[in-house]
């Protein structure tokens, strides 16, 4: 398992390297930087910028908050589609960090031509569905 952790961390470089650029400028802007090994991620408390929540880039996550461990409501919700119940914030974006791991630089791409930031992108629902289950981040299910 190790080994494919490692494998999926180096296939995503070029996304994890924009992460830890755009987090590495907010630091003087008061955000604070961590490794979590639950998140399989460095992640970024704090980000300075954005509308709010959280946002991945391979093995990277800016938030804009204290803690990864609130509970949020997805994008269903926004939508007003939603049967489940909040999600934690951490849980989905650790769906991201594991689809990142997988199609590497093919991420951002496939991402952006399944709809982007929005409730019919089937990363999201993927990532909806792993934080609620622990099960089901692929994208393709």
Do not use: K
């Not at 995503?12 to 979590?36: E, K, Q, Y």
């Not at 910028?49 to 997805?74: E, Q, Y």
């Not at 409730?119 to 909806?128: G, I, L, P, S």
Request: net charge positive; charged share 15%.
């Amino acid at each position: 398992m190790f080994a494919l952790q490692a494998a999926g961390a180096a296939w995503t470089v070029p996304n994890t390297a924009l992460g830890l650029l755009l987090g590495l400028v907010a630091l003087p802007f008061g955000a604070r930087m961590h490794f979590s090994r639950r998140e399989r991620a460095f992640v970024f408390a704090h980000w300075p910028w954005g509308p709010g929540g959280a946002i991945t880039f391979g093995n990277c996550i800016l938030h804009t908050g204290a803690s990864l461990d609130l509970r949020c409501d997805t994008y269903e919700h926004r939508a007003g589609w939603c049967v489940h119940p909040p999600v934690v914030l951490g849980d989905h974006e650790r769906a991201h960090v594991y689809q990142y791991m997988a199609l590497g630089p093919l991420f951002l791409p496939l991402y952006l031509l399944c709809g982007g930031i929005g409730v019919r992108n089937r990363f999201e629902r993927a990532a909806d569905r792993y934080a609620l289950s622990g099960r089901g981040w692929w994208p393709w299910n």
